[in-house]
C-alpha cells in the first residue's frame, strides 16, 4: 500500500509539473501574440508628474514614422491647451540651432509626427561622437492650460523635457503622459460673463482668457540662443588662498563616471530654467541622456584625475591621469595659491524663451464670431520670459568622455574664467557658503557624495554644474535678467535613485594635503533658492562641488 501510493504521489507531481509548464509556454505565447497584435511598450523616463514612453508599432500596424503623442490631464480630468515642442536641431562650431518643431491646440490627446526632428538629433548625437543608439536629447514641451485657485484665474504653465533617442524611437509613438501641475502662472483679470454683458461664442479654450468683446489666448515660442561655448565644464573647483598655501602642498582633483545595469543603467545631464519675472528655477528634465551600451554590464564614460602641487613647498611636476594614461599638465604646477578645476569637455548654450498672448476681438466684422485654431490675432506681445540652459558633453572617437583642467595660479587678479565663475558663485545673493565641522590631520577629502547629503540633493540633480556662471563670465550681464540668478543657473547630473549612494560616491572629489598637522575648517557652496526638480518630485538645494580647506 505504502509503495503504490508513493508511485500515485509521483504521477500526481509529474501532472502538476507539465501542467505548469503547459501554462507558461501559453502565457509565453500569449505575451507574443499582444506584442504581434499591439506593439511593446517601454518606459523611458518617469517622474511623480510625467512619465515617456516608447511604443513600437504592431504588426498590423507598422509604420515608418515617428509620432508624439502628448496625453494632459491634470489629476484624472482631460484639460485643453496649448503646447510648443522645441528642441535642438544642429550643433557646429559656428552656432546652435533652436527650432520650435511644433505648436498647436488641443484636449487631452494631441499627435505629432517628429520623424524628420529624430534625423536631426541622430545628427547633432554623430556630431559630438555620442552613439545614437543609446544616447538622446530633451525636447522641452511648454504646456499652457487655465486653472482656477482660491476664485482667482490664472494662465499656467507647466515644461517637461522628452527624451529622444534616435535609433531606439525610430518607427515608433512616443507616449507623453502629463500630470499637468504647473510651474509658472499668471493671474487673469475676472473673466466671468455677467448681466447686461455679451457671451464669448461657443466653448471657451482652457489656454484662452475671454473679456466682454475680446479674446486672448497663451502660448510659449523660442525666441534666441544667447551663448553656444564649446569648452571646459567643472565638475570640481578648489581653491587655496594666501594662508592655505603655507600648507597646503598638493591637491588631488578627482572624477569617474560608471554606469552599471543593475543599479545606474543611465545618466542624465539635466535643463534647469528660470523666469524673467520670478526668480524660480525648475529642472524639468534631461537636456542629454544616456543608457549603458547594450550587452554591457558596465560601461565607464569618464575617468580624469590630476595630482596638482605647490611648488612653494614641493618640486615635483603635477600630474594627470586620463583612462590610465598619464601626462603632465600646463603649467606644470602652481605656486602659493590658485583656482584649479576639473571635468570635461562640451557644448553648453543659454535658450530664450517667450512668453506670448495673441489677442482680437472676438466680435468680428460681419457677424463672425469664431475662433479659429490659427489665432488670428489683432496684436501680440510678450508677458513673460524664460531662460534655460543646457549641456551636451563631446565624447572622443572612442566613445569615452573628453578631460579639461584648469589652474589659474592668480586667482585675485580679476582675469580667467575659473576665477570669474568662482566669483559669480562665491559671492551671490542666491547661494550660501556652508561649512563642514573642523577637522585637524594632514589631509582633508570631500566627495560629491558629501555635499550632496549636506545639501539634501535628490539623485536627480545631485550636484550642479555652474553653466549659468560660464555664460555670465562671456557674456557680462544680459539685459533684462537678473545677473545673480542667472549665475546660478546650473545643468544637474542625474542617476536612478537606487544607485544614487554609489554614483556620487565616486563621481568627483577633491583631496588637500598639508604639510604638517594643521586644523581644517573646510567649506562648499551651495544654491539655497529651491529647485524644483520634476524627475525628484519637489524643491530642493543644490550643492556645487566648490571648496576651500580654510586653514588655521
Not at 508628474?49 to 504588426?59: A, P
Not at 544642429?90 to 509626427?113: C, N, Y
Not at 556630431?127 to 511648454?142: E, I, K, Q, R, Y
Request: aromatic fraction near 14%.
Amino acid at each position: 500500500m505504502i509503495l503504490r501510493f508513493s508511485r500515485h504521489r509521483r504521477s500526481l507531481s509529474s501532472t502538476t509539473a507539465l501542467l505548469l509548464v503547459t501554462l507558461l509556454i501559453l502565457s509565453f505565447l500569449l505575451t507574443l501574440a499582444n506584442i504581434y497584435l499591439n506593439g511593446h511598450t517601454e518606459t523611458v523616463y518617469e517622474t511623480p508628474s510625467y512619465r515617456v514612453l516608447y511604443r513600437s508599432s504592431s504588426i498590423l500596424t507598422s509604420s515608418s514614422k515617428t509620432v508624439l503623442s502628448l496625453s494632459v490631464k491634470r489629476g484624472d480630468k482631460p484639460v485643453g491647451y496649448s503646447f510648443t515642442l522645441s528642441g535642438v536641431a544642429g550643433i557646429s562650431a559656428e552656432g546652435v540651432v533652436v527650432k520650435d518643431l511644433a505648436r498647436g491646440t488641443g484636449f487631452d490627446v494631441v499627435q505629432v509626427d517628429i520623424s524628420g526632428y529624430v534625423d536631426e538629433v541622430a545628427n547633432v548625437l554623430r556630431g559630438v561622437n555620442a552613439d545614437p543608439t543609446h544616447s538622446g536629447l530633451g525636447l522641452l514641451a511648454f504646456v499652457v492650460s487655465k486653472i482656477v485657485e482660491d476664485g482667482e484665474e490664472y494662465m499656467a504653465t507647466d515644461i517637461v523635457s522628452i527624451p529622444i533617442i534616435p535609433e531606439k524611437v525610430r518607427g515608433k509613438t512616443v507616449l507623453v503622459e502629463i500630470d499637468f501641475r504647473p510651474v509658472h502662472k499668471i493671474r487673469l483679470g475676472k473673466t466671468g460673463v455677467g448681466a447686461g454683458q455679451l457671451s464669448p461664442p461657443g466653448e471657451i479654450p482652457d489656454y484662452c482668457y475671454f473679456g466682454i468683446s475680446y479674446y486672448e489666448c497663451y502660448y510659449w515660442r523660442f525666441n534666441q540662443t544667447l551663448l553656444l561655448r564649446f569648452g571646459g565644464i567643472p565638475t570640481a573647483i578648489a581653491l587655496v588662498d594666501a594662508i592655505d598655501g603655507d600648507y597646503v602642498k598638493a591637491v588631488d582633483l578627482f572624477n569617474l563616471i560608471v554606469l552599471k545595469r543593475s543599479s545606474i543603467p543611465r545618466v542624465g545631464f539635466i535643463i534647469s530654467l528660470t523666469f524673467k519675472n520670478a526668480a524660480r528655477f525648475v529642472a524639468p528634465g534631461p537636456g542629454f541622456y544616456y543608457e549603458i551600451s547594450s550587452g554591457l554590464d558596465e560601461e565607464t564614460l569618464f575617468s580624469f584625475g590630476c595630482m596638482f602641487y605647490n611648488s612653494k613647498l614641493r618640486s615635483d611636476d603635477s600630474d594627470c591621469d586620463y583612462f590610465g594614461q598619464g601626462f603632465t599638465p600646463s603649467p606644470k604646477n602652481f605656486y602659493d595659491e590658485a583656482l584649479l578645476a576639473l571635468g570635461f569637455k562640451g557644448y553648453m548654450w543659454l535658450a530664450e524663451y517667450d512668453y506670448m498672448v495673441c489677442g482680437a476681438s472676438w466680435l468680428l466684422p460681419g457677424g463672425n464670431s469664431s475662433i479659429t485654431a490659427a489665432w488670428n490675432c489683432e496684436y501680440e506681445g510678450v508677458v513673460d520670459k524664460s531662460l534655460a540652459v543646457y549641456v551636451v558633453p563631446y565624447f572622443s572617437s572612442s566613445g569615452v568622455m573628453t578631460y579639461w583642467y584648469d589652474v589659474d595660479d592668480n586667482p585675485y587678479d580679476g582675469y580667467g574664467l575659473v576665477e570669474q565663475v568662482f566669483r559669480k558663485i562665491y559671492y551671490n545673493p542666491y547661494t550660501s557658503v556652508i561649512s563642514f565641522p573642523s577637522f585637524q590631520g594632514t589631509s582633508w577629502r570631500v566627495v560629491s557624495y558629501n555635499v550632496k547629503v549636506a545639501s539634501g540633493s535628490p539623485a536627480a540633480f545631485g550636484i550642479a554644474l555652474p553653466v549659468g556662471a560660464i555664460a555670465l563670465a562671456l557674456l557680462g550681464n544680459i539685459p533684462g535678467w537678473v545677473a545673480a540668478a542667472i549665475a546660478t543657473l546650473s545643468v544637474g547630473i542625474s542617476v536612478p535613485l537606487s544607485g544614487e549612494t554609489e554614483f556620487y560616491l565616486s563621481l568627483a572629489y577633491v583631496k588637500y594635503y598639508a604639510n604638517q598637522v594643521v586644523t581644517f575648517n573646510p567649506r562648499y557652496v551651495e544654491i539655497s533658492l529651491k529647485y524644483l526638480v520634476r524627475e525628484a518630485g519637489g524643491e530642493y538645494r543644490i550643492p556645487y562641488l566648490v571648496v576651500r580647506p580654510f586653514i588655521t
